[in-house]
């Protein structure tokens, strides 16, 4: 049990629809993380909050539009997404960001389809 | 090309012997993830380091600052250790991780 969860585990959506995933972290970690893990392709930081403040956002369509209410909780907002963007969305915290090396808890990943 | 990269890329292994898993990078670092995906998604942390080498169970880690290289080396494997084992690096100037493609490992009984 790794002390993030994320929900839902698997989401099917349309082009259409607007969804959201959730993270939420049990540990006291400052900062958060999501991912994203395509077919045959290395895990892909999408962004970083800090202390809620995101910090990171690495060229990530406005499709995706994050959200971190507290230190605790973070959401990715989907909306008209396209097929490509089919993948395995990983939420990660860790105590603080990872400028010194701490140690990265991941949750267990939505895998969300889109047709 | 990637900064991080892994070899194999797929190992197939019968229960019992000795893993290894390379890990090259291109960039000065600050350290060292191994981690491991199994099947369904999860990703657990193994180990950090930043020199040295670190030991866990049956599971060995090492790192050679001067020549960029990391290996990850597995004793004793046995079937519940298939999975994919992913390297990743953190850069002096970067706050995030950069990731390898991952070795896909898997043990047969």
């Known amino acids: 049990e790794t002390g993030v969860t994320q929900t839902p585990r698997h989401l099917v959506m349309g082009m259409t629809n607007k969804k959201s995933l959730k993270c939420e972290q049990h540990?006291?970690?400052?900062?958060m993380y999501w991912y994203k893990q395509s077919a045959k392709k290395p895990l892909e930081l999408m962004f970083v909050?800090?202390?809620?403040?995101?910090?990171e956002n690495n060229s990530v369509p406005s499709r995706f539009s994050p959200e971190c209410p507290n230190s605790s909780h973070l959401f990715l907002h989907l909306h008209t997404l396209q097929p490509e963007d089919s993948a395995l969305y990983l939420c990660?915290?860790?105590?603080?960001?990872?400028?010194?090396?701490?140690?990265?808890?991941f949750g267990p990943g939505t895998r969300l389809t889109v047709t | 090309k990637n900064e991080v990269e892994q070899s194999p890329q797929n190992l197939t292994a019968q229960e019992g012997e000795f893993i290894t898993i390379n890990c090259s990078y291109s960039?000065?670092?600050?350290?060292l993830h191994w981690l491991q995906q199994h099947p369904g998604g999860g990703i657990v942390s193994l180990f950090m380091?930043?020199?040295g080498k670190k030991k866990h169970g049956r599971l060995i880690a090492t790192i050679n600052i001067q020549e960029k290289h990391s290996s990850l080396h597995i004793t004793a494997s046995h079937p519940r250790d298939s999975a994919v084992y992913i390297c990743?690096?953190?850069?002096?100037?970067?706050?995030?991780?950069?990731f390898g493609s991952g070795t896909q490992l898997t043990v047969l009984p």
């Open positions: 990660a915290s860790s105590q603080d960001l990872d400028r010194v090396g701490y140690e990265q808890y």
């Open positions: 540990l006291g970690h400052n900062a």
């Open positions: 909050y800090s202390l809620e403040e995101r910090v």
């Open positions: 960039v000065g670092i600050s350290a």
């Open positions: 380091l930043s020199s």
């Open positions: 990743a690096v953190l850069t002096y100037s970067a706050r995030q991780l950069t």
